[in-house]
């Protein structure tokens, strides 16, 4: 079983910063490529920021320059420091992770789980 606690989100004036983090932990799986993600009310969940294990990254066009995704592999963590947040960036935030079994019947088998999300406020 794989459980991802994110915390950070909260309330936060146009301009500001926000820090996210999760944390993951599991027995017997690996960790892939790992990211945050944001539904903003009305709206389908997005993909906002995903790193990989070679810590290659990937950024939605919307957040480029303004968001940083980083991982601690050891740890199993994942971050995402917001800066110079808008209005638009409001929504919750989920933390995503890819990861792959590790022995027993399902060995080698990939699969996704999600955090249960942290709200994520920007006043204009």
């Known amino acids: 079983q794989v459980h991802l606690v994110e915390s950070g989100g909260g309330l936060v004036q146009a301009g500001g910063s926000l820090r996210l983090s999760c944390a993951a932990s599991?027995?017997?799986?690996?960790?892939?490529?790992m990211g945050w993600y944001r539904q903003a009310p009305g709206k389908q969940r997005e993909s906002v920021a995903t790193?990989?294990?070679?810590?290659?990254?990937n950024y939605a066009d919307s957040v480029k320059g303004r968001f940083t995704i980083s991982r601690d592999s050891a740890k199993n963590t994942v971050s995402l420091q917001m800066n110079s947040l808008k209005p638009e960036d409001t929504g919750v935030y989920y933390c995503n992770a890819d990861v792959t079994y590790l022995g027993g019947a399902y060995n080698g088998k990939r699969d996704d789980y999600w955090g249960q999300g942290t709200q994520v406020t920007v006043s204009s």
């Open positions: 790193i990989t294990t070679g810590r290659n990254t």
């Open positions: 599991a027995s017997f799986f690996s960790f892939n490529a």
